[in-house]
């Protein structure tokens, strides 16, 4: 069961990682000084820092190593605050409301898709 949770999270790691570093045309829009909010990212904030957590997580639970799990909860712990800190403070200059209610929508490490809110 465990090899298949570590599996599943790796195959994830790669599409999410991938779709956000690979296919996201995230240049142009750096070049053009536009928020990037479509594609992988209605999912995610932040896809390459979310791939490379499930690639951590996942790699845990493949090779039955429970005692790396509370290293993934701290990896996700760090990176979330780090996150705030840092890029989310610069992007909430840069975009204003904007990115306030891209963050109320889209979630920033773990890809989900959440429902309209009205």
């Not at 956000?20 to 536009?34: C, F, P, T, V, Y």
């Not at 840092?86 to 109320?104: A, D, F, P, R, V």
């Not at 979630?107 to 009205?118: D, H, L, Q, V």
Request: glycine share 6%; aromatic share 14%; hydrophobic share 45%.
């Amino acid at each position: 069961m465990l090899r298949a949770v570590g599996t599943l999270l790796i195959l994830m790691r790669l599409a999410v990682w991938a779709t956000g570093a690979l296919r996201s045309d995230m240049d142009k829009h750096i070049a053009e000084n536009r928020l990037k909010i479509d594609g992988i990212y209605t999912w995610v904030r932040n896809p390459m820092y979310s791939g490379c957590w499930m690639m951590i997580t996942g790699a845990s639970f493949l090779w039955h190593n429970l005692w790396l799990f509370p290293v993934c909860l701290f990896n996700w712990l760090l990176m979330t605050l780090v996150l705030k800190h840092t890029e989310e403070k610069w992007l909430l200059n840069l975009y204003g409301q904007e990115y306030t209610e891209y963050m109320k929508r889209v979630n920033r490490c773990i890809p989900w898709k959440r429902r309209a809110t009205e």
